[in-house]
């Protein structure tokens, strides 16, 4: 009898020759096209197996509707893109910071077409691709020279192995720090070939600590932010004017690593203590390193501004061309910091800053408006919004966390878990925060023109109960 059944399934043949299948073609090769008949198959084989009846589901063009739709889900795109509902302005794992129109726009232009990346348009001579970003960076850290390559931790390689190969870098032990994807201080100076002279302890360096170190064998004084930690208490570290007075005295340069790259004071948004690029280069740093995706909010960069004589050395070390920007990420950061030239322009344009930016009563507003959306949907069992906090995130400012607005929903028939599994495999993706049986969307990383597609995208994850 289950034989019979077996035979009412259609062939393979049967399948290829279906309207819905042969249209499939256009987009996709025939060895996947018939991976998919056989896989829907095969599956329905296993139901009958299983003794599960497959009325209605063996006629061919229902195997082929869902040929069509095995296809589109095993040919997505890997990369997709996710609403940010965590609060977490910079997270990596979402690639960090989204960037500017303007930015995106210069991209897409750059990846599609040919452009003078090597090119002096006026001389038609060759050129420096680092000639797209050199100026504005100089303009905006006030520095001799600039370059960039593809983030901080290939900086920091390039820089060290520049100015200290063999040589020793003098460090506090309070900043010998691990950013996290494996990018420890130690470690990478290990890679660059300079030596770590580290000085001090972990809460107490003085200036005499970096003084006594200093010898013929030195290469460069090294002050890295403490990006992602923070020591309180008893604690005391040397100001990097005075280090940069100590390394002029004994023909030294001194390194600043600040991590985040603020061109602007966040002091605005309300945070203490961030690094501003400027600052850095007026204190009398000889170089000075930061992120392109972090505060900065561009494409994944890592930009060095300094003196120009050791610009042009990194330039001309060999792993300059192993670390160099693509021109897609070049026409990005050039738009980028082109906006920071006008600081209201970037603060309006930059969505790490306009994110950062966003005021407390427009959050609560846009949480009653998507709260009140998302009570249409009866498969949602509560939805209320309430204050909370949300963070930078990235490394950045870890200790400092800003009021925010969320909506905490909660589905009648559904776990927490599950309803986000199913937000996360939607489209668009949706990433939240669990909490306590609930779902909390965060409203600070919400895009203004997401917040429909996220009630949507709900709406949907809870209209599939009894799909899969
Ligand atoms: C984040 C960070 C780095 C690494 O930067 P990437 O751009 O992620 O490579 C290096 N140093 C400091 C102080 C940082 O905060």
Request: aromatic share 4%; proline share 3%.
């Amino acid at each position: 009898m289950s034989d019979n059944l077996f035979r009412q399934l259609p062939s393979v043949n049967d399948v290829l020759a279906a309207e819905g299948v042969q249209a499939l073609a256009r987009d996709h090769a025939h060895d996947l096209i018939v991976g998919a008949v056989r896989a829907e198959l095969s599956s329905l084989r296993d139901q009958i197996r299983q003794g599960i009846p497959v009325d209605g589901q063996s006629a061919v063009e229902v195997v082929a509707s869902r040929v069509a739709c095995r296809l589109g889900h095993e040919m997505q795109p890997k990369l997709r893109t996710v609403i940010n509902a965590t609060g977490i302005v910079l997270h990596t794992n979402l690639g960090r910071s989204p960037v500017a129109e303007d930015a995106a726009k210069a991209a897409y232009e750059a990846a599609r077409s040919y452009l003078n990346l090597e090119l002096d348009l006026e001389t038609g001579k060759r050129s420096s691709r680092q000639i797209a970003i050199r100026e504005w960076v100089c303009r905006l850290t006030g520095a001799e020279s600039a370059t960039a390559v593809n983030n901080n931790a290939a900086a920091t390689v390039i820089v060290l192995r520049t100015v200290a190969q063999g040589k020793e870098v003098v460090i506090s032990r309070g900043q010998l720090i691990e950013i996290g994807g494996s990018f420890r201080i130690p470690d990478i100076m290990s890679v660059s070939g300079a030596i770590l002279r580290e000085v001090g302890t972990t809460n107490i360096t003085r200036l005499s600590d970096y003084q006594r170190a200093i010898g013929p064998n030195t290469g460069a004084l090294l002050q890295v932010h403490s990006s992602n930690y923070r020591i309180s208490g008893f604690t005391k570290s040397v100001a990097l004017s005075e280090l940069a007075a100590l390394g002029k005295k004994h023909g030294l340069p001194v390194i600043d690593d600040i991590g985040s790259g603020a061109l602007v004071d966040f002091a605005r948004f309300g945070f203490q203590g961030e690094p501003v690029a400027r600052a850095s280069i007026a204190a009398g740093a000889d170089l000075v390193l930061f992120s392109g995706d972090k505060l900065l909010g561009g494409p994944q960069a890592g930009i060095i501004a300094g003196r120009k004589e050791w610009i042009q050395k990194i330039e001309k070390d060999p792993l300059m061309r192993a670390f160099r920007l693509d021109k897609m990420t070049l026409a990005a950061l050039d738009a980028t910091l082109r906006l920071y030239l006008n600081e209201e322009l970037a603060l309006r344009e930059v969505p790490v800053l306009r994110l950062l930016g966003t005021p407390l009563k427009e959050l609560r507003q846009r949480a009653e408006r998507m709260a009140e959306q998302l009570r249409g949907i009866p498969a949602l069992a509560s939805v209320e919004i309430t204050e909370d906090v949300a963070y930078v995130g990235g490394g950045s400012l870890p200790d400092q966390s800003m009021k925010s607005w969320v909506v905490e929903i909660e589905a009648s028939s559904l776990s927490d878990s599950e309803l986000a599994l199913r937000l996360r495999l939607g489209t668009p993706a949706v990433m939240a925060r669990l909490r306590g049986g609930k779902l909390v969307l965060d409203v600070r990383t919400i895009f203004e023109h997401q917040e429909m597609l996220l009630v949507e995208a709900v709406r949907k994850a809870l209209a599939t109960t009894e799909n899969q």
